[in-house]
């Protein structure tokens, strides 16, 4: 499905890609690849991840078809609102009670609680990921809340990890995580603490990187807590 959301969203996005200088070599950008064909691939990407989720209860079944509404739809949010990053957000941190309905056929409060928390990281990092692209995105139309923030991207980057890291260590300290759970949550914040020292000049390269940084916060609160339960 995630695959399916990369298609949709290069369809999406195939008429402002190629005015974009980091994205413009993307297949439906440059031409590589046909509108159909991209439609076809985007088609039989859902049936199958459809075809895996009719393996689970009804729940499952049913926030399925949320879940994909939310995908096929995020990539067109930009040109009508400044909070696509919200909309990513809820897009992706769908996947959590999808996975609790799936394991337990419940929504219990702590996967909303999650949700909550995986909408506050990827807005921060989708700001970081739409501040490199922000001056061409101005002359283009297209909207973010980068170009929303403005001079106040940083500040509000800042407070939303911040949030991110509190409420995570609530959540550890209320499910009784052991202490490899929380040196990851040190680690987790010292790599949040890099990423605001590299959008400090906002830099389109700098923020690009710290984007990416952000596959080693996931990496480490992931590992937080599977250790938890493994040690």
């Known amino acids: 499905m995630r695959s399916a959301g990369c298609v949709i969203n290069d369809y999406a996005d195939r008429n402002i890609d190629p005015h974009i200088q980091r994205t413009s070599d993307r297949p439906l950008a440059a031409k590589r690849v046909t509108e159909r064909e991209a439609i076809i691939l985007f088609i039989v990407l859902c049936l199958i991840a459809f075809g895996l ?4 209860n009804w729940i499952t079944i049913a926030l399925s078809i949320i879940a994909a509404i939310l995908a096929a739809t995020y990539p067109f949010m930009k040109r009508y609102t400044h909070w696509p990053q919200v909309y990513l957000g809820i897009a992706f941190g769908f996947s959590i009670p999808m996975a ?11 996967a909303w609680w999650l949700f909550i928390i995986n909408i506050l990281w990827t807005v921060a990092y989708d700001t970081m990921y739409a501040m490199a692209d922000r001056e061409e995105d101005l002359k283009i139309g297209v909207k973010s809340t980068a170009v929303l923030f403005g001079k106040a991207d940083k500040a509000i980057i800042a407070t939303l990890q911040i949030t991110t890291l509190i409420l995570l260590y609530w959540i550890g300290d209320n499910l009784n995580f052991n202490q490899i759970y929380f040196i990851g949550l040190l680690i987790a914040a010292s790599l949040m603490t890099y990423q605001q020292w590299l959008i400090k000049d906002r830099k389109a390269g700098y923020c690009f990187q710290a984007f990416l940084n952000n596959n080693w916060f996931g990496a480490v609160i992931f590992m937080g807590i599977a250790a938890h339960y493994y040690f």
């Open 53 to 56: 989720v009719l393996l689970m």
């Open 100 to 110: 609790f309905a799936a394991q337990t056929n419940s929504i219990p409060i702590i």
